[in-house]
């Protein structure tokens, strides 16, 4: 892309973060060393890309705002909503449409100069049918990133209960819950990648009948193969919504606070912390279980009523010890809960093995992947081609 343009846009994309407060300063910053490596391609698509979803992602999250704030709660205890996004986040949704940007403006530069020195072997400078894999991937890398994020931030104001995707009953769940999903969610994630495939339509270099025949040309594009290529990228986009659903509903935890019934965030898309024993709460009351071996091991011992009022550490403790307060702060050994010392936390569903930030990139990254699996089976093109050493006979 032209610097003339690049450079502009990007501090424009810089102050509106700034100015929306959509970005922190290290999202701001890997934000533009996103945006370089997006502009270093010698096509438009690319950098195009990342605008448009980033004005539509930032747009989707300020709908509503302060109701969506309302509906679940962060992890410092103050209302939810999304915040502004660090660096991890952009990285998160970026980081593999990134990586295949540079290796195809790599792959654009070697065939321009293999074009002045062999044309034969050159292979093509504009989108053949049957050509680069590596735009597909990009393409359907923002197209499930897109989806998904219009599908979090415009679902959560569906008036139906979302339900969880995981569940073979499909049960309702509280809204913001990791893998609930709606069809009011459905139908915005499609949108989001009607709006990325519809911008890769227009901004794409598709070889026609003109550049057929010429250096650098390629195979042209009929409607029938254009119509293909839309429907199986907006459909794909639609797909990594649901996927990144599965993932955060099987291997990120949601945790609800009992007392509001909401979903707590935690800041950033980093995990939500919950004590030792408001997760033994969640997995069969181990904690009860615990000490009610450890009274029964008492009184096997003979050590009698005495032993088992020594099992509560809250109970009027031996002759010359003093007892600990509850609800004392500086008590390492005290836990967050209710009067009745029931948790004020559980986990709703979900195991605790990935935050946010990781299912969004496994997300993106698998989808990305696996659609230029699918257009090398679809087109026969050996999937290594999107290599630089492959790449000599994959057009």
Not at 291 to 309: C, Q, W
Request: with cysteine; proline share 4%; net charge neutral.
């Amino acid at each position: 892309m032209k610097a003339i343009i690049a450079v502009p846009a990007t501090l424009l994309l810089v102050y509106r973060a700034y100015s929306k407060k959509s970005l922190t300063p290290g999202g701001i910053f890997a934000a533009v060393l996103t945006a370089i490596a997006h502009a270093v391609h010698p096509w438009n698509l690319p950098f195009v890309l990342l605008i448009v979803f980033f004005l539509a992602g930032t747009r989707a999250t300020h709908v509503k705002e302060k109701v969506k704030a309302s509906l679940t709660l962060k992890s410092g205890g103050n209302s939810g909503g999304e915040g502004p996004r660090n660096h991890v986040q952009v990285l998160a949704n970026s980081l593999t449409a990134s990586i295949l940007s540079l290796l195809h403006a790599y792959q654009l530069r070697s065939r321009r100069q293999t074009l002045l020195a062999s044309p034969n072997d050159a292979g093509s400078l504009c989108f053949a049918w049957g050509g680069d894999l590596l735009v597909i991937g990009i393409i359907a890398n923002y197209a499930c990133v897109a989806a998904d994020t219009l599908s979090s931030e415009l679902g959560i104001l569906s008036k139906g209960q979302p339900r969880l995707i995981t569940s073979l009953t499909l049960r309702k769940v509280p809204r913001g819950t990791n893998g609930g999903v709606t069809l009011t969610g459905l139908a915005a994630g499609l949108l989001g990648s009607v709006i990325i495939v519809t911008a890769s339509m227009l901004f794409l270099p598709f070889c026609t009948d003109e550049t057929s025949g010429k250096l650098g040309g390629g195979a042209p594009w009929s409607v029938e193969q254009r119509r293909t290529l839309i429907l199986g990228l907006t459909l794909w986009g639609l797909l990594g919504s649901v996927v990144d659903s599965v993932l955060g509903g099987l291997f990120q935890s949601s945790v609800k606070d009992v007392r509001s019934g909401k979903i707590v965030e935690g800041e950033g898309g980093v995990r939500v912390l919950v004590s030792a024993d408001e997760a033994s709460h969640h997995h069969g009351h181990e904690r009860g279980q615990h000490v009610a071996a450890d009274i029964k091991a008492a009184l096997l011992h003979g050590e009698g009523e005495s032993a088992v009022e020594d099992t509560d550490p809250y109970s009027e403790a031996a002759e010359g010890a003093s007892r600990p307060d509850r609800y004392d702060a500086r008590n390492k050994h005290r836990r967050p809960s209710f009067g009745d010392e029931r948790p004020s936390r559980v986990v709703e569903n979900g195991w605790d093995l990935l935050d946010n930030n990781d299912v969004n990139f496994l997300m993106a990254f698998g989808m990305s992947v696996g659609a230029m699996a699918v257009a090398s089976w679809y087109w026969q093109v050996p999937l290594w081609s999107v290599f630089p050493s492959g790449q000599a006979g994959a057009v």
